[in-house]
Nanobody, 120 residues
């Protein structure tokens, strides 16, 4: 069974940066980051292929967030810059056999999630 473990969340002020990490066991799948605030539906944030060849981003984070991976360590990173209060959410990484884009139904494994809170 594939396990995904997120780290790097926390409480920061608007304009600050955080880097989330997702360590995956097993093979290198395509990986996406999703987030969900208490009063909103889960939304896609960013994704990357198993080889790291292409990143994909939601419009809301383009220019501020950067996804990357270290294939040797099977670790995926989400660098979050210029954080805004509306970025506050539970962030989860997920692994897919077929996609690194925005359809959560195509992801096979999910981490427990990690909280990111951005104060104003």
């Amino acid at each position: 069974q594939v396990h995904l473990v997120e780290s790097g969340g926390g409480l920061v002020q608007a304009g600050d940066s955080l880097r989330l990490s997702c360590v995956a066991s097993g093979r290198a799948y395509h990986v996406g980051w999703f987030r969900q605030a208490p009063d909103k539906e889960r939304e896609f944030v960013a994704g990357i292929t198993s080889t790291g060849s292409q990143p994909f981003y939601a419009d809301s984070v383009k220019g501020r967030f950067t996804i990357s991976r270290d294939t040797a360590k099977n670790t995926i990173f989400l660098q979050m810059d210029s954080l805004k209060p509306e970025d506050t959410a539970l962030y989860s990484c997920a692994a897919s056999k077929v996609t690194c884009k925005n359809n959560p139904q195509l992801y096979d494994y999910w981490g427990q999630g990690i909280q990111v809170t951005v104060s104003s």
